[in-house]
């Protein structure tokens, strides 16, 4: 980011992957990671908290703390949620007659053999495990109503995307033309000329809360936390929001209508809901061997 580098004088070193990746990168290298920090979904970023794997930070210290919503901030400081995404609907304007309005449009026979689903590994295999059975009224803690139909989609599913940019391919060659995934990431696939818009189910979209954290141990503690404070700040918001589609945490941010137009209109965000990550959490790794079990074999 350069106004921390100017700021600085220290260069940022980006590595991309995904909430997985890294989590597994902090495990790998723990208590002397080769990271100083990380993008974590929440969920995730939780469990490296219950690990013992993360700094505990003084938020309240940042220059721009005044100006975030506070509820974004960890309690003991381990991370901070520092925008607002969620799992939508991803499709094809031109193959797709209309937006699709539900969960329900991806189980439509007219589409077998041209959806892509991710795997539970990532958020919107889980999210969409959760949206499902949500909307078939099941059982939370054995999501028996969501693995029921998933089994029956399955036959008609292209692949289980393990990375999210894995879609941009898809959509591209044309072997999908309807997936779940995250209106940060199809905005930056539609600037790139790739024919993909994104839709807000009316069951609600499932919200997302991705957080920046330091490893437990890093070489870098005071360089990450003022990287964040660039984060917090009106112009990094602005800056993410216009470059990654991102919904910011403070009020304060002027954003253009290209962007207003992917982001969750007014009544797309009172319908976003998120799921009990605590819960989430602990339930993941049984529901992760079931999903083994029926859905990826």
């Known amino acids: 980011m350069a106004p921390f580098e100017e700021e600085t004088g220290a260069e940022v070193i980006m590595t991309l992957g995904s909430s997985v990746d890294n989590a597994a990168k902090i495990r790998a290298t723990a208590g ?16 490296m908290e219950a690990e013992g794997l993360l700094e505990s930070l003084d938020f309240e210290s940042l220059e721009n703390y005044d100006g975030v919503d506070p509820n974004v901030f960890n309690e003991d400081g381990h991370f901070a949620n520092f925008m607002t995404s969620a799992t939508v609907i991803a499709y094809n304007p031109d193959e797709v007659d209309s937006p699709p309005t539900s969960w329900s ?3 439509d026979p007219k589409y077998e053999g041209k959806i892509a689903l991710g795997d539970i590994t990532g958020t919107s295999g889980l999210h969409f495990l959760l949206a499902v059975n949500r909307m078939k009224d099941g059982d939370f803690e054995s ?8 089994e029956d989609l399955m036959p008609h599913v292209v692949t289980l995307y ?3 940019d894995q879609l941009v391919e898809l959509f591209q060659r044309g072997e999908i033309v309807m997936a779940p995934w995250y209106p940060d990431r199809a905005g930056s696939a539609a600037d790139k000329g790739v024919n993909v818009a994104v839709s807000y189910p009316e069951e609600g979209a499932v919200g997302i809360r991705p957080t920046v954290s330091v490893p437990e ?8 936390l003022q990287y964040m404070d660039v984060l917090f700040s009106k112009e990094g918001q602005e800056c993410f929001a216009e470059n990654m589609y ?10 253009s209508e290209k962007v207003q137009a992917v982001l ?12 009990d990550t605590d819960v989430t959490s602990e339930l993941r790794p049984e529901w992760t061997q079931r999903w083994q079990r029926e859905i990826a074999n």
């Open 32 to 47: 002397n990671p080769e990271i100083d920090l990380a993008y974590m979904d929440i969920e995730i970023a939780k469990q």
């Open 105 to 107: 449009d991806l189980f």
């Open 143 to 150: 999501q028996d109503a969501g693995f029921e139909a998933i």
């Open 162 to 164: 393990t990375q999210a």
């Open 217 to 224: 141990g890093a070489a870098n503690k005071d360089l990450a």
């Open 246 to 255: 991102a919904a910011p945490v403070r009020m304060d941010v002027d954003l």
């Open 264 to 275: 969750p209109s007014s009544e797309d965000y009172e319908k976003l809901w998120y799921p």
